[in-house]
C-alpha cells in the first residue's frame, strides 16, 4: 500500500481498510490539531489509489475479505471533486464487492461545496457515512479554534447529508472552550446538535499538543484548559441540553477520561445518573490515567 505519512481515522473504522485518497487536510488551520502539519495538500494520482485497490483485492482473493468497510484518508477526502471521487467508488464497489459501507472524513466546507444531487449520487456509488469534526455549536470557539465553518454551515451539512440519504456521525471537543467559554461552549453545542439531529455523535477531550497554536495559546495564558471534572461537566451538559430523534452517542475515544456509550434520547435518565455521581464524588480514581489516554 503507499502510505504517505501517518493514518487517522474515527475509532468506529477501526477495522476498515484505510485507502489514502488525498495527503493531509486541505484546510489545516484548526489550532489544537497537529495532525497533518507535516503534510502538504494535495489529492493522490488515481492510478496509484486504484493499484492499492487492486492490492487490496489480490490480498482478499487469497486470504477471503479481511474488512467489510474501506474509510478513505486523509483530513478531509470529500473535498475532492465528485468526478474524482466516482471513480474511486466505482473501483472499490467493482474490486471489492463484499464492501458494506465506504467512509470519509468531511466538514462544512467540503459538504458544502457539493449539491444535494452530487451527494446523492456519491451515496449511490457507495459513500454511506460522513463524520464531521464541527468541535463546538459556539461560534466564538468556532472562531478561536480557526475550524473554518460557522453553526449554521454545519446545520445546513445536516440537512444536505440527510437529504442525500448519507449517514452523518458529528464529532464536538470537550475543554475545546478553555474555560473562559466552557459554559456557552456546552450549551451551544448541545442547541447546534439538536438543530443538526445526527445519527451519530463521538465527544472527545481536548489534548494540548506540543507545537500547535493551541500549546502557544496556552504557554501564553490565552487559553486554559478546564479541568478533568469541568470538562465531564461538560460532557453532562451537551447530554441534558440536547434534544435528538434517535442518535448513537458515544464519549468513548481514547482521549476521555470516562468512558461513555448509549443511545439518545433511550439511556439519556440514565447517563445523567452515572455522570452526576463521578461528578459530585470528584474520585479521580474512577477516571482514566493520563498515562492510558491518547489522540
Known amino acids: 500500500m503507499d502510505y504517505v505519512g501517518r493514518m487517522f481515522r474515527p475509532p468506529s473504522e477501526a477495522h476498515s481498510f484505510l485507502l489514502q485518497v488525498t495527503i493531509g487536510c486541505s484546510h489545516n488551520r484548526c489550532v489544537y490539531c497537529d495532525m497533518y502539519r507535516d503534510k502538504q495538500f494535495r489529492p493522490k494520482p488515481l492510478d496509484t489509489i486504484l493499484a492499492d485497490i487492486d492490492e487490496a483485492a489480490e490480498l482478499c482473493s487469497k486470504t477471503g475479505p479481511q474488512f467489510r468497510r474501506v474509510f478513505l484518508c486523509d483530513g478531509d477526502a470529500l473535498i475532492l471533486p465528485s468526478k474524482k471521487l466516482l471513480p474511486i467508488l466505482e473501483a472499490i464497489r467493482t474490486k471489492l464487492p463484499w464492501v458494506e459501507r465506504v467512509g470519509t472524513y468531511g466538514d462544512t466546507r467540503s459538504i458544502g461545496r457539493k449539491s444535494v444531487a452530487e451527494l446523492t ?76 439531529d445526527p445519527s451519530y455523535v463521538g465527544a472527545l477531550t481536548t489534548t494540548v499538543v506540543p507545537g500547535t497554536p493551541l500549546a502557544e495559546m496556552e504557554a501564553s495564558g490565552a487559553f486554559r484548559l478546564p479541568s478533568k471534572f469541568r470538562m465531564l461537566e461538560e460532557l453532562r451538559e451537551i447530554v441534558a441540553g440536547v434534544e435528538l430523534s434517535d442518535c448513537r452517542f458515544s464519549a468513548n475515544h481514547a482521549s476521555n477520561y470516562l468512558p461513555v456509550r448509549c443511545t439518545l434520547p433511550r439511556d439519556k435518565a440514565a447517563v445523567l445518573e452515572a455522570l452526576d455521581k463521578v461528578i459530585t464524588d470528584r474520585d479521580e480514581r474512577r477516571l482514566k490515567p493520563e498515562s492510558l489516554r491518547a489522540l
Not at 146 to 170: N, Q, W
Open 121 to 196: 449520487t456519491l451515496r449511490e456509488a457507495g459513500l454511506g457515512i460522513v463524520y464531521h469534526g464541527m468541535e463546538s455549536g459556539d461560534e466564538a470557539v468556532l472562531e478561536r479554534i480557526d475550524k473554518g465553518g460557522t453553526r449554521e454551515e454545519s446545520i445546513a451539512s445536516a440537512a444536505k447529508l440527510r437529504e442525500a440519504g448519507i449517514a452523518h456521525s458529528v464529532m464536538v471537543l470537550l475543554g475545546v472552550g478553555g474555560e473562559d467559554l466552557s459554559t456557552q461552549h456546552a450549551a451551544n453545542t448541545a442547541a447546534t446538535l439538536s438543530q443538526m
